[in-house]
């Protein structure tokens, strides 16, 4: 029903733009630019005295910024008679200002107490209707006293025929000592309405500091026995609205009540938002009283600005129409309210509940409203609502009901719309009388920033009645198409079909709602389709016969004669393999009338024959009707099913949670979800099953023990077809098989989402089962450390850092290596491999002395990918030493080692600055397993005996039973040892690998304590520089230095015992012949005497 309810909207939104007023042909008529013609209009039919000529049509116009016939006046406004005519500028000023008098059409200048400059004559305009009076007000007429000149406006009263009959002051003769507080500035005639019982009500909305009134006066032509009294709203104290009220700014009356007359007045300033005063009088007293008051939504949104009265609901009780214009809210602009249960807010005292109408965003939706009297001819009042804002301009055309007001306009007309777009088009309106006498009621339309009117005159409505007949076997016919079995090929239209197929026939009846008027000949569009006219559906499950191409729609003209009546009998074909046999096939069928279009008539020609255009009635022109599907229901004839849902996985399932399984991965190959199906109500057609899955896994086929077919409807989710119908008490099993092996490493939950349903009506509506798995990935991980050179020599020279230019200068090669292997069962998307590096030796200082000299970065050798980084502020080869030229490594490295033992102490090579302070290593003794000592060096990370950083390496898709080695490679600094170290035993060099498990990948290890790992360098010191001395012990040493004084000692004394002290030869110097002695060479003798001196 709600679908059916959705065709009807879409088909009426669809169909407002066409209604009865026709925009393409209408009557525009021009005034003088500047002068605000079209400012406000009215409708008015003079008719003739003697009865027997036409009704004359006049449009009349207000002018208030014209200039007007009165001498020595400067625009003053006027009023305009326009007749239906094809000129736009055969206008006719009326006569209002400066008759000599009533009788003289003479015109004399305005005297000394008043002024009409700029009063504004035209400002508003009334006619009483066809044949009645008609009203033209300057509200800016002043009057001039001595000292004084007020405001105060008035109206003229016109016949018919648009001559003088009266002139309406309000304010005249009253006080106005203080001015505006109290008569000064009346503003009479801001609006008016003439009234069926020959009143004038005009609206005055500056009295006492513009609280405002309206003022009721008689203009019957019944002189002696009309009511002379002069009623008005309630002032001053008893004024229902405070100062600055504006109340009058628009009257209007109507049977509000079902009491007779009622008033009302518009006060758009009141109480912020606005208000309406309803007001009733009684005979012979002036104040009228105040019935209630309407209250306006929105602070400032000139609730009351205009308001009309309608009986839009044909209960013949007025109905109150109000506009907002300034009301705004989001994309809109401007709001009418519609009020219908006046009579009960009154009599029972009931709180209004208005339709609410809203127009556009800055469109001022409500500025202008009028009656339009029964447009359509359904027997209730219509009403147009101006919005001169939206675009050029625009008139919004509603409908009445007897539920009141249709809130989906019939018809919307832009200025746009016409040959000529009028700006400001929908400033004023004015409607119910027929101008063109053709039947129907048509709309004046003001735009005075044009200077300009336009008249849209409403088409001939055609009523047409749509039916849809099914030939029964018996040869009568009936409404209802009969339900149509999918099993069987042929029909009664078309027996030997090898389709399943159907027929009926789309009837119409046309006449007139102008019942006295003669139909003519009509020519339709007959148009047919199936399922596709809402937009919903994309394809048809049906075909048209008859040669139509297989098309799901029938495009016919056809021709009415006198008859206007008219059957098409259509065959339908149901497409092969249709799932949907429950859902009936829903057609709409649609009329419409094959015309000419209208063509504006240029200036002087005649207006063109609205009869020629006619419309059909919207409301019967579609119709929406289906066929059905024969079904294994009840009575009732709708299928209620009971779809019983099981299911399991084919995994472990758990003992605490129902529907609870671990799926450990790796294990098991597939993953299979195993469902039963029932049906325990009746047939359920195009019965479904879905499963909604991880889109990780994927699906690999399914099986069943009857003819299900199951597909992947999108990327998670399998539907299976298990029946069309699936018939009551039927059991299928279904076992559908999924591939775990793409799941996202980072998913911890498998969740399978299970229902089934169908087009029939589910008895009761069942929660989805929903079977969840926790995914188990196990992986065990191992690691080994290892040395590639696992020993290696140093000694030497020392050698300063800024001496090696090369990296074979810094000392051997080392390389340490670590494999990580994985033993399964699943896969490791991502691991990494922290690398403790011991780089230097530990210190107390920020940096110590080179160790291992990294000289390159380290590699990943797997058969995923992998990569190492080194932490900030680290970076392979720092000092940018230059590779080895073209030796060996360690051939040159050795013989260096041996060189340096045979160089002469002035030629060692320049050693850096030794760091006297450094703290060293301390070494343990060792004592082997026969007994000797070792002095022992290690340096490693986790003792603290070496600075480290970490190099991490990223391992990725480690796959079971797959390894990835890590290489690390680096330079023993040979000089540090050789510096520290010459006399130990033996160094040991270690760095340390741990495995780490990134946050996101979730996987599950029983052993973790081979994830940790360690490589270990030894390094020995040269045995030609390590000669193994057995230390002397102290006492031999004292015992040694006493013994040898003790024989230093007896040695002397047997000496000299011996005379060995005692000089054999005389001293020559004793002796007085010194000459005796002299060197005979000369030589000596010279450098004897170089002794002397």
């Not at 994985?822 to 990494?832: A, D, I, K, M, Q």
């Amino acid at each position: 029903m709600r679908y059916y309810q959705l065709i009807l909207i879409i088909l009426d939104v669809c169909l407002i733009y066409s209604f009865n007023l026709e925009p393409r042909i209408p009557v525009i008529k021009k005034g003088l630019n500047g002068s605000y013609f079209g400012y406000s209009v009215a409708e008015h039919q003079e008719i003739s005295h003697d009865g027997i000529e036409k009704p004359k049509s006049w449009m009349l116009i207000g002018a208030p910024l014209d200039e007007n016939k009165q001498p020595k006046t400067n625009k003053s406004g006027a009023l305009w008679q326009c007749p239906m005519t094809t000129y736009k500028t055969d206008c006719i000023q009326v006569i209002t200002d400066g008759r000599l008098n009533v009788e003289s059409d003479d015109l004399i200048p305005p005297g000394n107490d008043e002024i009409k400059n700029n009063q504004w004559l035209g400002v508003t305009v009334r006619s009483q209707g066809i044949g009645g009076k008609v009203m033209v007000c300057a509200h800016r007429h002043i009057v001039r006293t001595a000292d004084s000149q007020w405001g105060q406006g008035q109206c003229y009263i016109l016949t018919q025929d648009l001559k003088y009959q009266d002139l309406k002051k309000p304010c005249s003769g009253k006080p106005t000592n203080k001015a505006h507080e109290q008569f000064g500035y009346c503003q009479a005639g801001t609006s008016g309405v003439l009234t069926s019982e020959d009143r004038v009500v005009i609206g005055t909305p500056g009295p006492h500091t513009w609280r405002g009134t309206l003022y009721l006066f008689t203009i019957s032509d019944d002189f002696l026995n009309r009511d002379n009294t002069v009623y008005n709203a309630p002032m001053q104290d008893s004024s229902p609205v405070s100062k600055y009220s504006y109340l009058g700014m628009s009257v209007t009356v109507g049977n509000f009540f079902g009491t007779g007359l009622a008033y009302a007045a518009g006060a758009p300033r009141s109480n912020g938002t606005g208000q309406v005063i309803l007001l009733t009088r009684r005979d012979n007293k002036p104040d009228m009283d105040v019935a209630f008051i309407l209250d306006g939504e929105q602070f400032a949104s000139s609730f009351g600005y205009e308001i009309t009265s309608a009986d839009v609901n044909g209960d013949k009780i007025s109905d109150l129409i109000i506009a907002a214009p300034f009301y705004f809210n989001k994309a809109e602009g401007g709001a009418v309210y519609v009020y219908t249960t006046l009579q009960k807010v009154y009599k029972e005292y009931e709180k209004s509940k208005p339709i609410k109408l809203v127009g556009r965003e800055e469109s001022r939706f409500g500025f202008a409203l009028t009656n339009l009297g029964d447009l359509n001819k359904d027997g209730y009042d219509d009403i147009a609502i101006g919005a001169p804002y939206e675009k050029k301009g625009t008139v919004y055309i509603y409908l009445g009901s007897k539920n009141g007001i249709i809130t989906i306009p019939s018809q919307v007309i832009h200025a746009e719309d016409m040959p000529e777009p009028l700006q400001t088009f929908g400033y004023s309106l004015s409607g119910g009388i027929d101008m063109d006498q053709n039947g129907y009621s048509d709309l004046l339309v003001g735009a005075y920033e044009n200077d300009a009117v336009a008249l849209l005159r409403s088409k001939k409505i055609i009523d047409i009645t749509t039916y849809i007949r099914y030939l029964k076997k018996d040869g009568t016919f009936q409404e209802k198409i009969e339900p149509i079995d999918p099993n069987k090929f042929g029909c009664s239209a078309d027996p030997h079909s090898n389709h399943t197929c159907f027929s009926f026939e789309a009837c119409c009846k046309t006449e007139s709602l102008v019942k006295e008027e003669d139909m003519q000949n009509l020519k339709l569009n007959y148009y047919i389709e199936a399922e596709t006219y809402t937009g919903i559906k994309k394809f048809s499950r049906v075909w048209f016969g008859a040669g139509y191409s297989r098309l799901h729609y029938v495009n016919r003209t056809v021709n009415l004669d006198r008859k206007f009546e008219h059957c098409q009998k259509e065959i339908i074909y149901l497409k092969e393999n249709t799932r949907d046999i429950q859902s009936p096939i829903k057609f709409r069928l649609n009329y419409s009338l094959i015309q000419e279009e209208p063509v504006m008539p240029s200036e002087g020609e005649p207006l063109p024959d609205i009869k020629n255009y006619p419309i059909l009635n919207q409301q019967e022109a579609a119709r929406v009707f289906e066929a059905t599907f024969q079904k294994d229901c009840g009575n009732n004839d709708i299928c209620e099913s009971d779809l019983q849902v099981k299911a399991r996985l084919n995994l472990s399932a758990s003992s605490v949670k129902p529907n609870f399984y671990e799926l450990l991965l790796g294990e098991k190959e597939e993953v299979v979800v195993d469902v039963n199906v029932s049906n325990i109500g009746e047939s359920a057609y195009e019965a479904q099953l879905y499963i909604l899955h991880s889109q990780s896994l994927n699906y690999i086929a399914s099986k069943s023990n009857d003819s299900v077919i199951c597909n992947l409807y999108n990327t998670s989710t399998v539907s299976c077809s298990i029946g069309n119908p699936f018939k009551k008490d039927k059991l299928v099993n279904i076992q559908v098989r999924f591939d775990p092996k793409e799941l996202e490493d980072n998913k911890s939950q498998l969740e399978f989402v299970i229902f089934a349903n169908s087009t029939s009506k589910e008895i009761k509506e069942k929660e989805p089962i929903k079977l969840q798995a926790t995914i188990l990935k196990q992986a065990e991980l191992s690691i080994k450390g290892s040395a590639k050179i696992q020993w290696a020599v140093y000694g030497g020279p020392i050698i300063g850092e800024s001496a090696i230019k090369h990296l074979n200068e810094v000392g051997p090669k080392v390389s340490h290596v670590y494999e990580v292997f994985n033993e399964g069962p699943w896969r490791v998307s991502s691991l990494e491999v922290r690398i403790s590096w011991p780089y230097e030796v530990a210190n107390d200082k920020a940096h110590g002395k080179w160790l291992l000299y990294l000289e390159e970065i380290p590699i990943v050798q797997a058969s995923g990918d992998g990569e190492c980084i080194l932490p900030p502020g680290q970076i392979v080869n720092p000092l940018k030493l230059q590779d080895s030229i073209s030796y060996d490594d360690i051939d040159i490295f050795q013989s260096a080692i041996s060189t340096s033992l045979t160089l002469p102490h002035n030629h060692t090579i320049r050693m850096r600055n030794r760091r006297d302070t450094e703290k060293v290593v301390n070494t343990r003794t060792i004592i082997d397993k026969d007994g000797h000592r070792h002095q022992v060096v290690s340096m490693n990370c986790k003792a603290g005996t070496a600075k480290c950083f970490d190099i991490t390496c990223f391992i990725y898709n480690l796959q079971r039973k797959q390894e990835a080695i890590i290489t690390v490679k680096a330079r023993l600094w040979n000089s540090t040892l050789v510096e520290d170290y010459p006399k130990v035993d033996k160094v040991k060099i270690s760095s340390n690998a741990r495995i780490i498990i990134p946050p996101n990948v979730i996987i599950q290890q029983e052993n973790l304590k081979d994830d940790y790992a360690i490589a270990e360098t030894i390094v020995y010191p040269d045995i030609l520089d390590h000669q193994d001395v057995e230390p002397v012990p102290i006492w031999i040493i004292i015992v040694a230095v006493v013994a040898g004084l003790l024989l230093f000692i007896l040695l002397t004394l047997v000496l000299r015992k011996l005379g060995f002290f005692k000089r054999r030869r005389p001293d020559p110097t004793l002796s007085g012949n010194l000459e005796k002695h002299r060197d005979d060479n000369p030589e000596s003798e010279a450098l004897f005497k170089r002794q002397i001196l």
